[in-house]
């Protein structure tokens, strides 16, 4: 037994039940450990949880800077990192849950610890956002509500999409882009 098996168990057990009726009972037995055991491993419920939020948004902080970074231009930044992003938390969607519906469970202590990590991720979102409204790609007068509103839609997909629906987590993320860079209005139509 290693502490990565307890981690997913434990992203597992907490996207199902949430953080506050999660027990450590119920993450040794998912592992088929004494609960005695697995303080062996871990020392807390909370120490679990910041695990996780940190071991998502480390996932998601690499993927989408990379789709960035390796991008020819703002434009193109933005559109590889809703893609990217998109399809990064549709694969990882018991971690992600978490870090999305249970980091508020976390302890002050604990979420002064996260916080940062957190604002790191969302900054790549209002840089890009920034750039290409410098370089004449976007107008956006508010970066930071752009990004805010663009990972809140990217977010909440993980509560309705299923992989048999109707559409592939591409097609989505391609309605998205179409979305969210050339929004509903038609050309010539104000």
């Known amino acids: 037994?290693?502490?990565d098996q307890i981690l997913l168990a434990a992203a597992q057990i907490f996207r199902t039940k949430g953080f506050h009726a999660a027990s450590m009972q119920d993450i040794a037995e998912a592992v088929k450990l004494q609960k005695a055991s697995l303080?062996?491993?871990v020392s807390s419920k909370?120490?679990?949880?910041?695990?996780?939020?940190?071991?998502a948004l480390d996932i998601i902080t690499e993927e989408v800077g990379?789709?960035?970074q390796t991008s020819p231009n703002p434009a193109m930044g933005l559109q590889n990192a809703i893609r990217t992003y998109l399809l990064t938390i549709l694969a990882h969607q018991d971690l992600i849950s978490v870090l999305l519906l249970e980091h508020r469970s976390l302890e002050p202590e604990m979420r002064a610890r996260h916080i940062p990590r957190r604002?790191?991720?969302?900054?790549l979102w209002r840089e890009v956002i920034s750039q290409g409204t410098q370089q004449g790609y976007f107008y956006c007068e508010n970066p930071a509500l752009a990004a805010r509103a663009i990972l809140g839609t990217l977010n909440w997909t993980i509560t309705w999409y299923r992989?048999?629906?109707s559409l592939s987590a591409g097609e989505i993320a391609e309605d998205y882009v179409r979305l969210f860079l050339k929004g509903l209005?038609?050309?010539g139509n104000e």
């Open 1 to 3: 037994m290693d502490k």
């Open 39 to 41: 303080y062996y491993h």
């Open 46 to 55: 909370q120490e679990i949880l910041l695990e996780l939020l940190d071991r």
């Open 185 to 187: 209005q038609r050309d």
């Open 163 to 165: 992989p048999e629906g």
């Open 119 to 123: 604002d790191r991720f969302e900054n």
């Open 66 to 68: 990379r789709a960035i």
